[in-house]
């Protein structure tokens, strides 16, 4: 085992540690730590090893990484120094390798001339000798700590005040160990918020220990006590930035996350490490600038797209994008994995954009790294799988730091600044109080779209002046522009991964689900899927009344396929029109269909309420009637004689319903509807003539002559006129 001069030595039993500062011969010579006095003990390296061995002691390391350079001392400063240094040395020729003969009582006079040739006191010396040796003979200890901010923490024990004296008199007071409390404090509140400052923090602390209550005028008010007893500002100020670096000062006033961003060294560049084209790319998302109207209602306004980009590093081309209303999504990202390999001159064709140069715009490639932030798309579990799939490595950057990925970040500010300057007065969302973007929204994501797709055709035609080229693209002369620097990196670096088999590369794309199979099909999440395909009818059949589970896949923006492996062939599988509704969720979207089902799981409990309290009220009405019926029934029921009993309660009823009767029941209700009639009739003409003329005055007829006429009217009245 390596042990050197320097590591500490911790006896595990006491918790005692010794410095070692010799090993010579058959001993290793150590020094006790923790304790003010010089002392030294010698061990033989066979004892000493034994109780390493036995596990009583344990050696760490030392790991002293302090550094200091003498030249920046004043010359008194390096004369003091040099003089102890050397000193030092002489002392340790004559006394070492051992040094034991430093230790006890023993006569010293050689160390004693020594002193008094570089005028060393005695005092001093063993003050020094035992930071020298508990140190593990590190010279640097014999330097001025003032001079090197070793003494930082050190308490002070000032008992009048340092510094300069004020032209107007003693200000400010000795700064004491409670003094150095109070700043303490006040220095920790000035941690806890963005909007403090170290004079309001000063306030503070003046408020809490150094104020008073007084009267004046007859009412009580806080002051302060004398200048003469008190801190100065100054000696506050001076406190706090002794003990704050500029870069706790940055993290207080802004964060933690935000200084790692924008303070962080840069040591290099974004394309240390790259390869070439198609070796990483940068993703990322953002809500654009702009407010967006409904493609089939242009009156309504339906707010911000969002828009996602891959940008190759090496070349800073733009090899996909993304303009949906998905946020955070995974649809976003395999959205732009879909572009990635659509033929882009079909695509852009789709919007009646046009190029010839399909060089342009490149595509039908996978690369080999991906660089993303903390969105929660980039760090769920279906995004890495599809990462796996596809064999691309996936590097997070640090939450907070967007400098970490700044080509893909810098593309938005660039495609804002050329958008914005169009979109003004046309839903331009303007970080202004009086912005009406929502109301003057033109576009729709379609427009939108149009926009985005000549913004990507003019960045990967621009010159980048801040490009890095490289020598040798200097020489030949290869201009900064991103379509020029992808052919000049395919043609001379290396060659971007192509996607070989297209099907596949959908086939990753989709989502796994699982899926059972039974005598109706294949169902998922409450949807019928039906294929002709052998296979699945095989899986049926055996299925019976069972349910059989099965891997398949899906895609989230249309729910009327799933797709299922059988012998390395796809099978797409639609939905089956056979059963009721089921078709009628044809090319609608994961979260479409979810709120179908939501709206359907809310009927179902409804219903159930219902049907609870039907069931209830049903219940009571059944308990009723048996129980009428029980207090009817004086005796028990007579079991005998049930043939000829059972057969006149049978033609009891038939007689009930017989169909003379309903005839009956008809012509009374037709006499009963007359008289209601004839009754309405008398009752509308009492109230349009009682404010004008008497009845007798209407009808010439007196309350008996009308009820002889009624009687009359209703004997008169025959089955003919039915």
Not at 279 to 305: F, K, W, Y
Not at 598 to 610: C, I, P
């Amino acid at each position: 085992m390596n042990i050197r001069i320097g590591d500490i030595v911790t006896i595990k039993a006491e918790r005692i540690q010794y410095r070692i500062v010799s090993i010579y011969g058959e001993f290793i010579v150590l020094c006790k730590l923790g304790i003010s006095r010089f002392e030294l003990i010698e061990l033989s390296k066979k004892a000493f090893f034994e109780m390493l061995y036995s596990d009583k002691i344990e050696i760490t390391a030392d790991q002293e990484d302090q550094v200091y350079d003498v030249e920046l001392l004043s010359d008194t400063a390096k004369e003091r120094f040099y003089k102890k240094r050397d000193a030092f040395r002489e002392i340790l020729d004559i006394y070492g390798p051992g040094y034991m003969k430093l230790c006890g009582r023993s006569s010293k006079n050689e160390l004693y001339n020594i002193l008094d040739k570089y005028n060393y006191s005695i005092k001093t010396f063993w003050r020094d000798c035992l930071k020298y040796f508990q140190s593990g003979l590190k010279e640097r200890v014999l330097l001025d700590s003032k001079l090197f901010g070793l003494n930082k923490g050190k308490e002070y024990t000032h008992t009048a005040k340092t510094g300069k004296k004020g032209e107007y008199g003693a200000v400010g007071i000795p700064l004491t160990s409670d003094v150095i409390e109070h700043f303490e404090e006040a220095l920790k509140a000035y941690k806890t918020g963005r909007h403090k400052s170290i004079k309001s923090c000063y306030d503070y602390m003046n408020n809490l220990y150094y104020s008073k209550i007084e009267t004046i005028g007859g009412v009580q008010t806080t002051c302060l006590v004398p200048e003469n007893e008190r801190p100065t500002y100054k000696q506050f100020y001076l406190y706090v930035r002794k003990h704050l670096s500029n870069e706790e000062r940055d993290i207080i006033k802004t964060s933690q996350m935000e200084f790692r961003n924008n303070q962080r060294l840069l040591t290099s560049d974004s394309l240390f490490g790259v390869a070439g084209p198609g070796d990483l790319v940068e993703i990322d998302a953002c809500e654009a600038d702009v407010s967006l109207v409904s493609m089939t209602d242009r009156n309504q306004t339906i707010g911000r797209p969002i828009v996602y980009f891959m940008i190759d590093v090496y070349s800073r081309i733009i090899l996909a994008a993304s303009i949906a209303f998905d946020n955070n999504s995974l649809l976003g990202v395999t959205n732009l994995f879909l572009n990635l390999g659509d033929d882009k001159q079909e695509y852009c064709e789709r919007y009646g954009v046009l190029f010839e140069d399909e060089r342009l715009w490149p595509s039908n490639i996978i690369p080999n790294r991906l660089r993303v932030d903390r969105g929660s798309e980039f760090k769920s579990k279906e995004f890495g799988r599809i990462c796996n799939a596809l064999g691309i490595q996936k590097d997070i950057v640090s939450g907070g730091s967007g400098s970490l990925k700044g080509v893909v970040e810098q593309s938005f500010h660039q495609m804002h600044s050329k958008q914005n300057e169009s979109l003004e007065d046309h839903g331009l969302i303007e970080k202004r109080h009086d912005s009406n973007h929502h109301k003057e929204a033109t576009l729709n994501i379609e427009q939108y779209t149009k926009m985005v797709i000549n913004f990507v055709l003019t960045h990967n035609q621009t010159y980048l002046e801040s490009y890095p080229l490289t020598k040798k693209m200097i020489e030949e002369k290869i201009p900064a522009i991103p379509a020029k620097l992808w052919q000049y990196g395919i043609e001379n670096e290396v060659t971007p991964r192509p996607i070989s088999n297209k099907l596949q590369y959908l086939y990753e794309l989709m989502t796994p689900v699982k899926v059972s199979v039974s005598r109706k099909g294949i169902s998922y999440r409450g949807l019928y899927y039906l294929s002709n395909e052998s296979y699945i009818s095989t899986l049926m059949f055996k299925a019976k009344n069972k349910k059989i589970p099965l891997e398949a896949r899906m895609d989230m923006r249309n729910v009327g396929y799933i797709y299922v492996l059988h012998n390395n062939q796809l099978i797409q599988i639609p939905l089956n029109d056979r059963i009721t509704g089921n078709a009628e969720y044809m090319g609608m979207t994961m979260k479409q269909y979810d709120d179908y089902r939501k709206g359907r799981g809310m009927l179902e409990a409804e219903g159930r309420v219902h049907n609870e309290q039907l069931s209830a009220y049903s219940s009571a009405i059944n308990t009723n009637i048996v129980a009428e019926a029980t207090k009817a029934s004086e005796y028990k029921a007579n079991d005998k004689n049930m043939r000829p009993a059972r057969e006149a309660e049978k033609q009891r009823v038939s007689n009930e319903n017989e169909i003379a009767e309903r005839f009956e029941k008809k012509k009374k209700t037709k006499i009963k509807e007359s008289i209601l009639e004839i009754e309405e009739i008398k009752e509308n003409s009492k109230e349009e003539t009682q404010a004008e003329k008497p009845v007798e005055e209407c009808f010439n007829l007196t309350e008996e002559e009308m009820m002889e006429k009624r009687k009359k009217a209703l004997m008169d009245f025959d089955e003919e006129d039915w």
